[in-house]
């Protein structure tokens, strides 16, 4: 198969056998983001198995979550779903405690037309503790997407309207005077509708962003998701939105259509160039023109310096898993890589298009040609390809990582990047210590001549 | 969960095999056996599993075409032997017709198709296993009585089957090697090994061995059983785990390899004197039980639990070999409980069958034995109790599979496991020696911190901030962030200036 050169930005559709994780490895990252919540995945075993095997050892950490495994009772109908769902909410209500519990539907629940969305309100005013559902499933998403589902359910809980809130503490503040605490803020930021950012990050790069923002002199009014369930941000008319990971379209519908928020369509903040262009793409709606931006990317691509030498010039090729390769790809094109070729799971035009209209712009800039996108990608094609192109570095699921090394392909395994740091300035490092960590041990490595380690 | 759903089963004996596909009929997602072997297993090929895809649409409208297309693309593009199609749970509860698919796309590929029998509501990952290897061997052995191209005489030298090691085996690797080592001593040849390493094509040869072994229960005992009753081939469950049970499987090898030879009666053979001198000089694990040191592990004691066949061979081992007390043995193959009591019967003081590793937990936390042995699931239950555990049975982690040469079976296997059991519990006493001297832990009297740390003010935000930081890392962040303060003269230390210090440093 050739591969074809394209001047426009086009996305090509394979057959969708491809390699991903199941979403409900969401689970995973968000019970340890949100720390006052159960997850509780209705499924099978081979759900259970999943889990156990790709969260490793955090299993036996005593995780706030929890498989309801169904047998072959409940599949067919023979077993009370609702009985036996509130047996086991009860039980972690007292064992936990939690502030939410939210049900993750799963393939199998789906198939059985399991009606989780209707049992939920009625156990959770039960049972008195909010119950949410996020049909997490092998059907219909792909890895990350999972965190979608649970954040647009999540949505739908998020106190109402902001004014009301706000009125109160006003005229709380001017009853009680917590004068001098408000003064500065006023200084501090500008004044501003709320803006709420969506996607779960470590708490650490959320302060990162905030800060950026609040150098910008923007104040971030919430997150979605919290550190903790109960301190949901506000949502309602006038409040703006923005993502910033580019598998949220569905968490970002939902807060258009039924928070009836403004969502603020940006590149996503992965690398210095993608945070600059969320920052400055966020700034105009509020009224504030950025200030000393330019300079603080330009420092930061001084600092990676060293890691643009090793990468300049070198090839890459996305298998595309977890729906962060076009920002990765644009970042890395930038850094002077070449792209083969984006796969990705999915590819939402709509919510990505300032990312996608970045990635033509860095393209233009950098005077490469677009790289074709693949959704729904065919591994084995992909696999033929990338023998054809011999890219100089992989980036794929684990169950091709070995194989292609084997191969003589240097590969990066994708999953690191949705667990590593790679949000806003400061983080662009990281993601170059992802990207070169493998061409460096291959460096280090190269004189053996070993390269090609099966037998033909 | 201690044995994985069944589909898992049918994945590990298809991809054993040589040039034999799995097709699984599952969502997206379903595929993460691939990534347990590629990582586990360190695989260097493609796993020959792949899935055919069940989203929405045939949710809607059934899969179709689907099936029958991508078993005919596998056949074209990589011309297997043999495709399993497999169904997963999934496709357990869709009841669609996948044996209609089968036959459908055997008409058309070159490669046979078959479609796995195994029900996810009513076997587990080992019977999975077990019967899908039973069924492919059933399979050609049929075929090939059919086609009367059957050639029914054994071979002239005794020789065996090796069945049941596999991918994804505990040490099933190492095992196979020393099991071939063993046979050479006793002048059997290897008729064939299965599945692992075999070829489909070459199944119909099964029947020329003079007898199977079968090393681990767990998996091929059925097709030791079809093999026998369809003709009439002996086999041998016993494991030759441990230098007791080792000598009784080379007798019942002799036993066999004589009640054959009985025509040319001249040939007899006596393995006696090799398993006295293999017991008593190539195994060390006789005399190391006889040896100063071991007399400290008299009376210790410990909790088994593992799949059936490692715990009650390692509950003999320490029991009857070594002297040293089972509190309590336990399996999660429930389906082969009876067995595994009758085993271990007057070796142990507690029997435990469950596949609750909450049970197990509660079980070790009630006995506080000296030491476990178990799967990885105990090794995280010692380690919250701080008890040493000895690896001896899956599920395992990457670990459990060392590139060094560690057979549980034969007479090195022997001595690998008394290093294992003498080596847990070393450390056991090491530990506890530190504990009645106060330890060595001397961290809170060395610290890396500076005394010219003092003067700087952390504000409660950053304070906060710091603490999320996990542990492993917050102690550079506060040194970094206090040297990066120190440098420009700041003296309140504000998130701010912790993340504009770690953006200094990135330079």
């Known amino acids: 198969m050739s591969v074809k050169i394209n001047e426009t930005l086009t996305v090509e559709c394979e057959t969708g056998n491809y390699h991903t994780f199941c979403p409900i490895s969401c689970v995973s990252w968000l019970y340890q983001k949100i720390e006052d919540s159960f997850f509780l995945v209705v499924g099978t075993k081979t759900c259970g198995y999943f889990l156990q095997n790709a969260l490793g050892v955090m299993i036996f950490a005593e995780p706030r979550y929890a498989m309801a495994e169904l047998e072959e009772g409940d599949i067919s109908a023979q077993l009370n779903d609702y009985e036996g769902l509130k047996t086991l909410c009860i039980r972690i209500r007292k064992d936990r405690n939690p502030s939410v519990i939210i049900w993750i539907g799963t393939c199998t629940t789906e198939i059985i037309k399991m009606d989780l969305e209707g049992m939920a309100p009625k156990l959770e005013s039960e049972i008195g503790i909010p119950i949410l559902v996020a049909r997490a499933n092998g059907l219909d998403y792909a890895f990350t997407q999972g965190e979608d589902t649970v954040l647009a359910a999540m949505a739908h809980r998020c106190p109402e309207s902001e004014f009301f809130v706000r009125e109160r503490k006003e005229t709380k503040q001017n009853f009680f005077s917590f004068h001098s605490r408000k003064k500065e803020e006023l200084v501090e930021y500008a004044n501003h509708p709320s803006l709420v950012l969506f996607g779960s990050l470590p708490s650490n790069v959320t302060s990162q962003l905030n800060l950026e923002l609040k150098r910008q002199s923007i104040r971030v009014s919430g997150w979605l998701p919290a550190q903790k369930y109960i301190d949901l941000p506000s949502l309602g008319n006038g409040v703006y939105v923005c993502g910033i990971n580019p598998f949220l379209s569905r968490t970002a519908t939902t807060l258009i259509r039924r928070e009836k928020c403004q969502l603020i369509g940006a590149p996503f903040p992965i690398g210095p160039d993608g945070t600059r262009a969320w920052i400055e793409k966020i700034c105009p709606v509020f009224g504030v023109e950025p200030q000393g931006l330019k300079e603080r990317e330009e420092r930061i691509w001084e600092s990676l310096k060293d890691y643009l030498d090793l990468v300049h010039g070198k090839s890459v090729f996305f298998m595309g898993d977890n729906l962060l390769e076009v920002s990765l790809a644009r970042f890395l094109i930038r850094c002077g890589m070449i792209v083969h070729e984006i796969g990705i799971p999915y590819m939402d035009k709509r919510y990505q298009a300032a990312e996608l209209s970045l990635l033509q712009d860095t393209c233009i800039k950098m005077c490469v040609p677009i790289p074709r996108i693949v959704e729904k990608p065919d591994n084995s094609n992909q696999i033929r390809r990338i023998r054809e192109l011999q890219p100089d570095l992989a980036i794929t699921g684990m169950a091709h990582a070995n194989p292609l090394e084997a191969r003589g392909i240097t590969t990066k395994w994708s999953v690191e990047f949705t667990f590593a740091q790679i949000h806003g300035f400061a983080n662009a490092k990281d993601v170059l210590e992802l990207v070169t960590r493998p061409l460096r041990r291959q460096k280090n490595l190269e004189d053996l001549g070993q390269t090609n380690l099966v037998r033909k | ?507």
């Open chain 2, 1 to 507: 969960m201690y044995a994985g759903p069944a589909h898992i089963g049918t994945l590990r004996v298809a991809s054993s095999f040589k040039n034999v596909h799995a097709i699984m009929h599952a969502p997206l997602g379903d595929d993460y056996f691939n990534v347990m072997r590629s990582m586990l297993e360190r695989e260097r090929d493609f796993t020959a599993a792949t899935a055919s895809i069940v989203d929405r649409h045939v949710l809607a409208r059934g899969s179709q075409e689907r099936v029958v297309d991508n078993i005919l693309r596998k056949d074209k593009e990589e011309h297997p032997d043999l495709i399993i199609l497999t169904p997963t749970c999934t496709s357990s509860i869709l009841q669609e017709d996948l044996q209609n698919f089968v036959d459908r796309a055997s008409i058309i590929s070159d490669s046979d198709v078959i479609f796995a029998d195994v029900d996810h509501y009513q076997v587990n990952e080992i019977q999975a296993a077990d019967r899908t290897l039973e069924q492919v061997v059933r399979y050609y052995l049929d075929r090939c009585h059919r086609q009367e191209k059957w050639d029914q005489f054994l071979t002239d030298a005794p020789s065996a089957n090796i069945i049941g090691i596999f991918t994804l085996g505990f040490h099933n690797q190492h095992d196979c090697r020393e099991l071939r080592r063993l046979l050479r001593d006793l002048d059997i040849k290897i008729n064939q090994i299965i599945p692992e390493g075999g070829s489909v094509e070459d199944l119909k040869n099964l029947p020329k061995a003079w007898f199977n072994l079968i090393p681990y229960r767990e998996v091929g005992l059925m097709t030791a059983m079809y093999l026998n009753k369809e003709y009439g081939m002996p086999y041998i469950s016993t494991s030759p785990m441990g230098a007791v049970d080792m000598a009784e499987w080379i007798r019942q090898i002799q036993k066999n390899v004589n009640t054959f030879t009985l025509s040319s009666s001249n040939k007899r053979v006596d393995y006696e004197p090799y398993i006295d001198g293999q017991t008593r000089f190539v195994s060390q694990a006789a005399w190391f039980s006889r040896s100063i040191d071991c007399q400290n592990l008299t009376g210790k004691e410990t909790v088994v639990f593992g799949d059936a066949t490692h715990a009650a061979s390692i509950t003999k081992i320490l029991a009857r070999e070594m002297g040293i007390r089972v509190s309590c043995v336990g399996t999660y193959c429930k389906h082969d409980a009876e067995w595994f009591k009758e085993q271990i019967q007057g070796f142990c003081d507690e029997i435990l069958i469950t596949d609750d590793h909450a049970e197990v937990g509660d079980m070790i936390a009630h006995m506080e034995p000296s030491a476990i042995f178990g799967t990885q699931m105990e090794r995280h239950i010692g380690k919250r109790l701080d008890i040493p555990c000895g690896v001896i049975s899956a599920p395992v982690h990457i670990q459990n599979f060392p590139l060094g040469y560690r057979p549980f079976l034969g007479y090195e296997g022997t001595n690998q496991i008394a290093d294992l059991v003498y080596n847990s519990f070393a450390l056991g006493m090491e530990d506890h020696l530190l504990d009645i001297f106060g330890g060595h832990d001397t961290k809170e009297i060395i610290s890396k911190s500076l005394s010219t740390d003092i003067g700087l003010i952390w504000n409660p935000e950053s304070r906060l901030e710091l603490s999320k930081i996990p542990r492993f890392a917050r102690e550079k962040v506060e040194r970094n962030t206090e040297k990066f303060a120190r440098q420009k003269g700041i003296e309140t230390i504000t998130v701010e200036v912790m993340y504009t210090a770690k953006e200094a440093l990135n330079t």
